[in-house]
């Protein structure tokens, strides 16, 4: 998908719905059904599971009905 169809993707003031798939060094991420990361990356291929957003300054971001599988 392009970059712009990725942004396009995130929901300002709304949920989001985000779907995070780490299996071995491959990383997917889905935001609202578009795949907007697909990599492959070892460094942090085993360790804690932390969660944060990067977003606007002075912005709260909540998150809600998290769910972990493991695969």
Do not use: M, P
């Not at 889905?30 to 070892?42: F, K, L, R, S």
């Amino acid at each position: 998908a392009s970059d712009v169809y990725k942004r396009q993707a995130f929901k300002r003031n709304e949920w989001n719905k985000y779907l995070i798939t780490c299996r071995g060094k491959k990383l997917t991420i889905e935001v609202n059904g578009v795949v907007t990361t697909d990599c492959e990356d070892g460094v942090d291929a085993s360790g804690v599971i932390g969660i944060q957003h990067h977003g606007e300054k002075g912005a709260t971001y909540r998150f809600r009905n998290l769910k972990i599988q493991k695969l």
